[in-house]
C-alpha cells in the first residue's frame, strides 16, 4: 500500500522560508522510473505543480518559482524535502505531495498540508 | 510553458445528466493528458491518465478523449458523489501544468 504524508509548519512568517517533508511508503525513490512531485493549491485557486524529483535525481521546478524552490531527496528515509524561499501571503496554500512514474501522472497523493503566510 | 485552458469554469447539471468538460492546450500535447477530481477535503484523485486510460477503481461512467491540442472528459450519468472540481493535467513536457478547474454542481 502506497501512502505521502506532508508535514511542515501551519504557519510562516512573510520573507521566511518554508520547508516541507513528504514522508513516503510502499515505494523506493531508489526504483527506476518513480517521481514524487510538490503540487500546491491556494484558496479558490487552480492545482500548480510546483517540483519534481525523479529515481535518477534529476530535478524540474515550475519556470514562475524557480529561483525560490529547492526540492531533495533522501532515500534512506523514504523523504522529499521541498524548500520555499521568500514566503508571500500570497503562497498561503494547501501543499500536497504526489507520486509519479516517468510518465508523470500522479497516481498517489498525501492529505496536504495547509501552510499560511501571516505575519 | 504549456498552458492549459479549461471550460467552462463551473457548470450544473441534473443527476443522470451526461456532461463534458474541454481542455485546450496552448500546443500540441499528444496524448499526454490526465484527468482529476478534487474534493473539498479530499486528496485529488487520479480519474484518467493517457488521455482516455481509465485508473482502477474508476467508475465507467467517467471517459476521455482527444488528442494534440483539443481534450474532453466526460462523466456519462453524473451521480451526487461526482460534485467536485476537475483539472486536466499535461505532462508532454516539463514543467508539469494544470488547467484552471471546472467546477461540477448538481441542479
Known amino acids: 500500500q502506497v501512502t505521502l504524508r506532508e508535514s511542515g509548519p501551519a504557519l510562516v512568517k512573510p520573507t521566511q522560508t518554508l520547508t516541507l517533508t513528504c514522508t513516503f511508503s510502499g515505494f523506493s525513490l531508489t526504483t527506476p522510473g518513480m517521481c514524487v512531485s510538490w503540487i500546491r493549491q491556494s484558496p479558490g485557486k487552480a492545482l500548480e505543480w510546483l517540483a519534481l524529483i525523479d529515481w535518477a535525481d534529476d530535478k524540474y521546478y515550475r519556470t514562475s518559482l524557480k529561483t525560490r524552490l529547492t526540492i531533495s531527496k533522501d532515500t534512506s528515509k523514504n523523504q522529499v524535502v521541498l524548500t520555499m524561499t521568500d514566503m508571500d501571503p500570497v503562497d498561503t496554500a494547501t501543499f500536497y505531495c504526489?507520486?509519479?512514474?516517468?510518465?508523470?501522472?500522479?497516481?498517489?497523493w498525501g492529505q496536504g498540508t495547509l501552510v499560511t503566510v501571516s505575519s | 510553458d504549456i498552458q492549459l485552458t479549461q471550460s467552462p469554469f463551473s457548470l450544473s447539471a441534473s443527476v443522470g445528466d451526461r456532461v463534458t468538460i474541454s481542455c485546450q492546450a496552448s500546443q500540441d500535447i499528444r496524448n499526454g493528458l490526465n484527468w482529476y477530481q478534487l474534493k473539498a477535503g479530499k486528496a485529488p484523485k487520479l480519474l484518467i491518465y493517457n488521455t482516455f486510460n481509465l485508473e482502477t477503481g474508476v467508475p465507467s461512467r467517467f471517459s476521455g478523449s482527444g488528442s494534440g491540442t483539443d481534450f474532453r472528459f466526460s462523466i456519462n450519468s453524473l451521480q451526487p458523489e461526482d460534485i467536485a472540481t476537475y483539472y486536466c493535467q499535461q505532462y508532454d513536457s516539463l514543467p508539469l501544468t494544470f488547467g484552471g478547474g471546472t467546477k461540477v454542481e448538481i441542479k
Open positions: 504526489a507520486r509519479s512514474t516517468a510518465s508523470y501522472y500522479f497516481d498517489q
